[in-house]
C-alpha cells in the first residue's frame, strides 16, 4: 500500500468514532438536546409527516387523553425506563412496539390519537416549551452559521450491547427524519414539519455492525422502502445477535453527521473509476507529497510587475483590490494552490469575488466552501450586486432544497442573457492612462545625478526638515555634487554646530567684528597702549560715579544700568525749575506721599473726563447740578409721553443753553455727556477739597485745578 493511502486511512479512522461516547450510537434521552415522544407509532408519524407533509404539533403532560394521563411517568422515570425493558405494543402490522404505556389490545385497530397531528410527551408545559425553544434556537444557528440543519426525529431504536450480553447496552436510532421547528409568534405554541432535505438512517450503525459485529445492517431508502418493511428487515437482521433488540420509540433531538459524511468520502470504494483521490495534486501536497502542478510552477507574481504582465483587455474584476490582491488573482487564474491569510476587514472575501469572476470568464467551474455561512453570504452578495448572480448556485443554506436548487437551474437555463463584449477603446484608454501613472511612477523613483538620490527622496527629506529654519544662502551647481562633496559638506557643518555650541553666538562674543587674522609686534604694542589708556578711563568714570552718588546720596553704582540711572536723575535735577528748591525743602516730603498720588490722579481723572464734554459744553456747565435733569431725562426719555411734560421742554432749554452752539444732541448722547459733567463736578469738589493740603507742599508747581496735572506727576521728588 502508498504511503499516501496509509495517511488517508489514518485521517479516516480517526473520523470515525464506533464508541459509546458517539450520540449515534449511544442516545440518551435526558437533557436539553433531545425531546422523547410517547404514545405515538412510527409509521403513523412517518405517514402524517413524510407522505402526506402535514404540520404536526406537541401536547404536555396535562393535554394527554385522560385514559393515558396518569400512565405517563416523569421525566426522570422515563430516561430510566428508555433503558431497561418494557410492554410491547403492536402497530397493526405485526410488529411490537416498544412504550411507557400499558399495551394496546392486538384485536384493536390504530387508536385515533396515534392518527391525528398531534405529538404526545411527558413534560409539563412550561418544560416543554422551554425544551422546545432551546432546540429551534440551536437548529437555527447551525443553519446560519454552518448552512446545515442538525435537528431530526428519530424513529425506531435499536438497543445493543458488545459481545457480553452482559455489559452495558447503547440505544442507536434508526431513521433520522430532517425536521423544523417553527411558531407564528413568542405566544404561540411551536409545531414540527419536514423540512427539505435527505431523510437517512444511521450510518454509524451500520459501520458499527460491519466493523464489529461483521454483519450487514439494512439500509434504508425513503423513496422506495416503506418505514414497516424497514423495521421488519431490522428485527430480522439482529435476531440472532445477543443482547440486541428493536424498540419502536421516537425522538426529536440534535444530531451531527459531518464526521461520518466526511468518513465516507474517503473511502476508496466511493471515489469514481480512474479519478482517485490520491492521485489529485492538491491532495498529494497536503499530505506531504511531492505533486507535479502546472500552475504552481509560476507561483505568485510581484505586484509590482503586474502592469506589464496584465492587459485591461484581459481584466475580469467586479470589485476594487489592490496589487497585493491582484497577485493572489492572477496566480489563482494560474492554478496556483496557495493560502491567502489576513485580519477582518482586509478584503479577503473581494478578493474572492474577485477570483471567481476571472475564473467565470475563463470559463472555469468555481465550488465555493466556508466552514461558516456568513461568509458564503457576503461573496454571493457581491456577486449578485455586480451582475454575476445568475451564475450563482446555492447547494448548502438554509434556503438551498433540492426544489429551490432544480428551479434555479431551470430558471438560468431558460435565461436568455446578452452577452456585452469588452469596448476595446475603454481598454485602450486604460491602458494608455495606466502607462501614464507609471511613468510617473519611475521618474519620481529614478535616481539622478552624481549623487544617485530620486526625486521622491529628496522631496521626503526635505519634508522632513520642514520645521527646520532654513539658511539663506544659495548651493552652486547642487546636481554636480558627488556623494563625497556632500559627505564633506555634513562634516563641515557639523564642526561648526560644535563650535558654534562651545562660543555662543557670534554676534554677542567679545571679539566680534575683530578683523584680525594675526597680531605683530607692532600690533600688540598698539593693544597695550590702548588697553592702559582704557584702563585709566575706567578708573576716572568709576570714580566719578562714585562721587555722583555720593551726591545723590544712593549707594554707589555696581553696573552699567545703576550709573546710567543715576545721570539721568542729576539731569533731571539740574533741569528742575529754581523755585521747587523750597518746595523740596517741605518736611512733607519725607513723609508718605501715597495720599498726594492719589489727589493728583483725581487730577489727572477729572482732565481726562473734561475732554470728553469740553467740546460741547462750556466750562462753566461743571458747576450745575444736572441730576434732577438726569434723572427725569432717563425716566422719560423712551416715552412718547414725555411731551406732555412742560419740564421736558425746559430741560432741554437748559442744555442747549450752555452748549457751545446752542442744540440739543441726541437723547443718548445728552445722557452720555450729562453723566460726563456730573462725575467731572464729583472730581473737581474732591479736589478742592484737598488742594489747601497739598499747594503749599508743591510751591510754584501749583498752578490751579486747570493746570497741567501731568507736570506735577513728573516733578515730584
Not at 471515489?271 to 492521485?279: A, M, V, Y
Request: glycine share 6%.
Amino acid at each position: 500500500m502508498r504511503l499516501i493511502d496509509v495517511k488517508l486511512n489514518e485521517i479516516r479512522r480517526r473520523l470515525l468514532d464506533l464508541t459509546r461516547n458517539n450520540r449515534l450510537l449511544n442516545h440518551r434521552s435526558r437533557g436539553q438536546r433531545t425531546l422523547q415522544i410517547v404514545d405515538e407509532l412510527p409509521t403513523e408519524v412517518y405517514r402524517i409527516l413524510v407522505d402526506e407533509g402535514q404540520v404536526m404539533q406537541f401536547l404536555s403532560r396535562e393535554e394527554a387523553p385522560p385514559d393515558i394521563r396518569d400512565a405517563l411517568p416523569t421525566e426522570d422515570a422515563a430516561s430510566t425506563a428508555a433503558s431497561t425493558a418494557g410492554t410491547q405494543a403492536s402497530e397493526g402490522n405485526g410488529i411490537e412496539a416498544k412504550t411507557l404505556l400499558a399495551p394496546v389490545s392486538k384485536e384493536a385497530s390504530v387508536a385515533d390519537r396515534h392518527r391525528d397531528r398531534n405529538l404526545q410527551t411527558f413534560l409539563s408545559g412550561q418544560r416543554l416549551q422551554t425544551r422546545l425553544v432551546h432546540l429551534a434556537r440551536e437548529a437555527t444557528s447551525s443553519i446560519e452559521e454552518q448552512g446545515c440543519n442538525i435537528l431530526y426525529l428519530t424513529l425506531g431504536m435499536v438497543e445493543w450491547c458488545e459481545a457480553d450480553a452482559s455489559s452495558e447496552k447503547s440505544r442507536a436510532p434508526l431513521v433520522f427524519v430532517p425536521v423544523e421547528l417553527k411558531r407564528k409568534t413568542v405566544n404561540t405554541r411551536y409545531s414540527v414539519q419536514l423540512f427539505d432535505d435527505d431523510i437517512v438512517a444511521n450510518s454509524s450503525l451500520t459501520e458499527l455492525c460491519q466493523n464489529q459485529f461483521h454483519f450487514e445492517f439494512p439500509g434504508f431508502d425513503a423513496e422506495k422502502d416503506e418505514l414497516g418493511s424497514y423495521f421488519a428487515k431490522v428485527q430480522q437482521a439482529i435476531a440472532g445477535t445477543q443482547g440486541w433488540q428493536f424498540l419502536p420509540e421516537l425522538h426529536l433531538g440534535l444530531f451531527s453527521f459531518s464526521k461520518l459524511l466526511m468518513y465516507r468520502d474517503l473511502d476508496p470504494r466511493n471515489w469514481p473509476d480512474g479519478e482517485r483521490l490520491t492521485s489529485h495534486a492538491l491532495i498529494r501536497r497536503l499530505t506531504g507529497l511531492d505533486s507535479d502542478s502546472s500552475g504552481d510552477s509560476d507561483g505568485i507574481p510581484d505586484p509590482a510587475t503586474l502592469d506589464q504582465i496584465v492587459k485591461p483587455i484581459d481584466c475580469f474584476q467586479i470589485v476594487d483590490a489592490d496589487s497585493s490582491q491582484q497577485a493572489g488573482i492572477l496566480a489563482a487564474k494560474r492554478g496556483v494552490s496557495m493560502v491567502i491569510d489576513g485580519p477582518p476587514g482586509t478584503g479577503k472575501s473581494q478578493t474572492i469575488t474577485n477570483i471567481i469572476a476571472e475564473c467565470l470568464a475563463a470559463g472555469r467551474t468555481v465550488l465555493f466552501v466556508s466552514e461558516k455561512s456568513a461568509a458564503l453570504e457576503v461573496v454571493k452578495r457581491r456577486l449578485e450586486k455586480n451582475g454575476v448572480g445568475d451564475f450563482v448556485l446555492e447547494l448548502h443554506s438554509r434556503k438551498a432544497s433540492k426544489k429551490t436548487v432544480l428551479t434555479e437551474i431551470n430558471r438560468v437555463l431558460e435565461k436568455h442573457a446578452a452577452v456585452r463584449r469588452v469596448s476595446e477603446q475603454i481598454a485602450e484608454e486604460l491602458r494608455r492612462v495606466r502607462e501614464t501613472l507609471n511613468a510617473h511612477h519611475r521618474e519620481l523613483h529614478e535616481r539622478l545625478g552624481v549623487l544617485d538620490i530620486s526625486p521622491f527622496e529628496a522631496m521626503s527629506r526635505a519634508i522632513g526638515l520642514a520645521a527646520e529654519p532654513e539658511a539663506d544662502c544659495e548651493i552652486p551647481h547642487v546636481m554636480e555634487w558627488s556623494a563625497q562633496q556632500l559627505g564633506d559638506a555634513h562634516e563641515h557643518l557639523q564642526t561648526l554646530d560644535r563650535r558654534l555650541n562651545r562660543v555662543g553666538e557670534p554676534g554677542k562674543h567679545p571679539w566680534r567684528e575683530v578683523g584680525l587674522q594675526s597680531v605683530g609686534l607692532k600690533g600688540k604694542q598698539r593693544i597695550n597702549k590702548a588697553r592702559e589708556e582704557l584702563a585709566e578711563s575706567i578708573r576716572e568714570f568709576t570714580q566719578a560715579a562714585s562721587n555722583l552718588a555720593s551726591e545723590l546720596g544712593r549707594p554707589p553704582a555696581s553696573s552699567i544700568r545703576d550709573c546710567s540711572e543715576q545721570i539721568a536723575i542729576a539731569k533731571l535735577l539740574l533741569e528742575a525749575p529754581k523755585e521747587l528748591t523750597t518746595a523740596f525743602q517741605d518736611d512733607c516730603w519725607s513723609s508718605d506721599n501715597r495720599e498726594l498720588d492719589s489727589w493728583i490722579n483725581l487730577g489727572q481723572q477729572r482732565q481726562k473726563v473734561k475732554q470728553s464734554w469740553l467740546e460741547f459744553f462750556r466750562d462753566d456747565a461743571e458747576l450745575k447740578d444736572w441730576q434732577p435733569v438726569i434723572r427725569r431725562r432717563k425716566a422719560r426719555g423712551r416715552s412718547i409721553l414725555r411731551l406732555l411734560f412742560p419740564s421736558w421742554y425746559s430741560d432741554g432749554k437748559t442744555i442747549a443753553g450752555f452748549s457751545l452752539d446752542g442744540k440739543l444732541p441726541s437723547l443718548d448722547k445728552q445722557l452720555g455727556l450729562l453723566l460726563a459733567l456730573e462725575e467731572s463736578a464729583k472730581l473737581r469738589k474732591h479736589i478742592e477739597e484737598q488742594s489747601s493740603q497739598f499747594c503749599v507742599q508743591l510751591g510754584t508747581a501749583w498752578h490751579g485745578i486747570e493746570g497741567n496735572w501731568n507736570t506735577l506727576v513728573d516733578r515730584q521728588p
